[in-house]
């Protein structure tokens, strides 16, 4: 829509509409290319290092790119080739766009093709997730031998501390030399990489955790039980019941169970409604079987805050709050050696033997 209402009718006015037509056509066509001609020559290298992730053109799917299961060299040199193709398209570019008239559409076509070549070639010096540069810096962290469970980290330390200043200086510089805009973009590029290697690790962090996991190492035992009738002001009378899971029963049936979410939601109207209105049906929240990969527990602790776990006590419970306070401790205690020496199901140091939780 930009290019065929804006860009080129504001390029050449003057021009009948088949022509401002045909520009835009073969403006979205050297666009394409410059965009799927990088990831194919990414993707072929990829191929040969071993991967089996499709090759995605236009879109969005699996980051072969930062793959622990391809060796470091295929990955840098898928970086450099496409890096390398953009600069090689940007030259041909920046030549067309000055040998072509001015107000000629050639002329809009390479300019054009010359601004997506050049931010697609500067992918590789940002050195955040979702830019090439943080590939690079992947890469480059994995060839100097890091072990696989440091990698993220050691990459993130090294695109704040390194590349975030060098994005900084440049900014500056271009600043001082008349271009106040690069200090604004890179001012901007270097919240976004500061902030998202943050968010990287702890995403990290958390995957390796529940990795190492099953269900039955994170629960927690049920200590509150409410009759459906019950209101919502009875049932913050009860020690902790704003930060535990609560069942809802009647008679030894289980209805339901309304967790620190549900309560924060109703908190602030009014108390007096009953818990069977505030619980979370038991059909919708499927007890899981303790044997099951704690990452099964990631789509219901996103929709209710809570998930139940029918352990081999009972029925138990892991909440979003909780899980987060186990991870933050288990990371603490791998930085110091400590969570290696617990016997967890995946090796990575999970949870203290006989049972409980990392905190129990």
Known sequence: MFVVLLYVPAHN???????????????LY????????PRLLRGAILRSGGSRD???????????????????????????VSTVTSLAATLVA?????????????????SLALGVNVAIA???????????????????????????????????????????????TVGVAAALFGDPMFLVISFMFALITWTQTTVVVGQDATA?????????????????????????????ARPRANCVVTIVEVHGCVLGAIGPRQIASRVSGSRSDRCREVMVPIAALRP???????????????????ALVAGPDGLGYVEVSDLATQIRIWVGLRERGVARLFGGRGGRGAAPPGGGTIIG
């Open 208 to 236: 390796r955790f529940l990795a190492g996991h099953c269900a039955e190492d994170l629960i927690r035992p049920i200590i509150n039980h409410v009759d459906p009738e019950e209101t919502l002001d009875g049932l913050l």
């Open 30 to 37: 050297v666009l394409g290319l410059s965009l799927t001609t």
């Open 94 to 110: 920046a030549r067309l766009a000055l040998v072509a008239d001015p107000a000629s559409y050639p002329h809009a076509v390479a």
């Open 288 to 306: 899981l079987a303790a044997s099951s990969p704690a990452a099964d527990l990631v789509p219901r602790l996103g929709r209710y805050g809570f």
């Open 54 to 80: 499709p090759i995605v053109l236009l879109g969005r799917g699996p980051d072969a790119l930062t793959a622990e299961s391809i060796r470091a060299r295929w990955r840098l040199a898928a970086v450099a």
């Open 122 to 168: 500067a992918g590789a010096l940002v050195p955040a997730p979702g830019f090439t540069g943080w590939a690079l810096v992947l890469g480059l962290v994995d060839a100097s031998g890091a072990r696989p469970d440091r990698r993220v980290g050691r990459a993130a330390r090294l695109a704040r501390f390194v590349g975030v200043p060098i994005m900084l």
């Open 13 to 27: 006015p003057s021009t009948s509409g088949i022509d401002g037509l045909i520009a835009a056509m073969a403006i």
